[in-house]
């Protein structure tokens, strides 16, 4: 009886023994840890740019294993753990990634330094989790359609900021900033709560009409001119607009002052997305028209530009308040 007894006993213990090895052991704290490697100068660099700011950057989507389990033969099980930049912050884009890895040290090197730059010049709440750099990269969706990334530029993800590579010297130097003002633009969106003294001040019937629906008035602005009525509109703002290459510079300026004035009336600094003779057709749309040109211009510019319009200040003093209390950004 004892001799079953032990028998059972050494039968429960190997069990247990082969259970345990079985068991995931699966630790995820330490995946994004960046260690040092002194022997390598971009290893090292990527290291001291993690260490000072907590931010690591990435040549490669294969960002490390996890060991998961040892098989019964004794084998480590690993799983690897790659970069999926088709997450969003609620939803899957259900997007193929595929990359063109950055190997030459030469460029690593001068990704690293717009990345610092970035990084000193940005305030923390704009730092993404983390930088991947490649050469070049393309995505393909459920339809096969592609989407070549171009040489140079970048996109902001919801986790991670894809660069790609083969800078010009002027990019090296303007880019930190440039994409500074798209983090501030892609942050802003998400503070709703904040957002709705913004989206209270423009009537709502104010959005989509054609401005001369709203304004019976509205080509007054061109009476008296030699341009015709189609010209009056919020295109005119922009530095692409036609106009700038047949208008003399002063004229510009009268012609863009009144523009301002006729759309400032309502709350508005640019129009319809679609058409320039309609107004933004919502709030999204108007939110994006002022974020892009608070970042075109600086505080005193802007209230140069708009200062006779109240509702525009008002909206402007709003999303101040947000980019610089909330986002730490100084404009």
Same mark, same amino acid.
Request: proline share 4%; aromatic share 14%; glycine share 6%.
């Given at each position: 009886?004892?001799?079953?007894?032990?028998?059972?006993?050494?039968?429960?213990?190997?069990?247990?023994?082969?259970?345990?090895?079985?068991?995931?052991?699966?630790?995820?704290?330490?995946?994004?840890?960046?260690?040092?490697?002194?022997?390598?100068?971009?290893?090292?660099?990527?290291?001291?740019?993690?260490?000072?700011?907590?931010?690591?950057?990435?040549?490669?989507?294969?960002?490390?294993?996890?060991?998961?389990?040892?098989?019964?033969?004794?084998?480590?099980?690993?799983?690897?753990? =790659?970069? #999926?930049?088709?997450?969003?912050?609620?939803? /899957?884009?259900?997007?193929? !990634? $595929?990359?063109? +890895?950055? @190997?030459?040290?030469?460029?690593?090197?001068?990704?690293?330094?717009?990345?610092?730059?970035?990084?000193?010049?940005?305030?923390?709440?704009?730092?993404?989790?983390?930088?991947?750099?490649?050469?070049?990269?393309? =995505?393909? #969706?459920?339809?096969?359609?592609?989407?070549? /990334?171009?040489?140079?530029? !970048? $996109?902001?993800? +919801?986790? @991670?900021?894809?660069?790609?590579?083969?800078?010009?010297?002027?990019?090296?130097?303007?880019?930190?900033?440039?994409?500074?003002?798209?983090?501030?633009?892609?942050?802003?969106?998400?503070?709703?709560?904040?957002?709705?003294?913004?989206?209270?001040?423009?009537?709502?019937?104010?959005?989509?009409?054609?401005?001369?629906?709203?304004?019976?008035?509205?080509?007054?602005?061109?009476?008296?001119?030699?341009?015709?009525?189609?010209?009056?509109?919020?295109?005119?703002?922009?530095?692409?607009?036609?106009?700038?290459?047949?208008?003399?510079?002063?004229?510009?300026?009268?012609?863009?002052?009144?523009?301002?004035?006729?759309?400032?009336?309502?709350?508005?600094?640019?129009?319809?997305?679609?058409?320039?003779?309609?107004?933004?057709?919502?709030?999204?749309?108007?939110?994006?028209?002022?974020?892009?040109?608070?970042?075109?211009?600086?505080?005193?510019?802007?209230?140069?530009?708009?200062?006779?319009?109240?509702?525009?200040?008002?909206?402007?003093?709003?999303?101040?308040?947000?980019?610089?209390?909330?986002?730490?950004?100084?404009?």
């Amino acid at each position: 009886m004892r001799n079953a007894i032990y028998l059972i006993l050494a039968l429960l213990i190997l069990g247990c023994e082969k259970e345990n090895g079985l068991t995931s052991q699966i630790e995820l704290e330490n995946l994004y840890e960046i260690k040092d490697d002194p022997s390598d100068p971009i290893k090292h660099r990527v290291y001291e740019i993690y260490d000072r700011y907590g931010v690591p950057v990435y040549f490669n989507d294969t960002i490390g294993k996890i060991f998961v389990k040892r098989d019964v033969t004794g084998k480590d099980v690993y799983r690897y753990e =790659t970069l #999926d930049l088709a997450w969003g912050f609620t939803s /899957y884009n259900r997007l193929t !990634y $595929t990359y063109e +890895y950055m @190997t030459d040290p030469e460029e690593q090197l001068k990704a690293l330094g717009i990345i610092e730059d970035y990084l000193k010049l940005a305030a923390k709440p704009l730092w993404p989790f983390n930088f991947f750099v490649t050469k070049s990269a393309k =995505t393909i #969706d459920t339809q096969d359609q592609e989407k070549i /990334y171009e040489k140079g530029s !970048y $996109t902001i993800n +919801y986790r @991670t900021v894809l660069m790609t590579g083969d800078w010009t010297d002027s990019q090296i130097i303007t880019l930190p900033e440039t994409m500074m003002k798209e983090m501030v633009k892609s942050k802003i969106m998400n503070y709703t709560d904040l957002l709705a003294a913004f989206n209270d001040v423009s009537d709502k019937v104010w959005y989509g009409p054609m401005w001369s629906e709203l304004d019976p008035h509205w080509y007054d602005y061109v009476d008296g001119t030699t341009w015709p009525r189609y010209f009056f509109g919020p295109s005119a703002l922009s530095d692409s607009w036609f106009g700038c290459n047949v208008m003399a510079p002063e004229e510009l300026a009268e012609f863009r002052a009144a523009v301002r004035a006729a759309i400032g009336q309502f709350g508005f600094v640019s129009g319809s997305k679609f058409t320039s003779v309609m107004s933004p057709a919502n709030m999204e749309d108007d939110l994006n028209g002022y974020i892009t040109e608070i970042l075109q211009h600086s505080k005193e510019e802007f209230e140069q530009l708009w200062g006779d319009s109240p509702l525009v200040m008002k909206k402007y003093e709003i999303l101040c308040k947000i980019i610089t209390d909330e986002l730490g950004v100084e404009l």
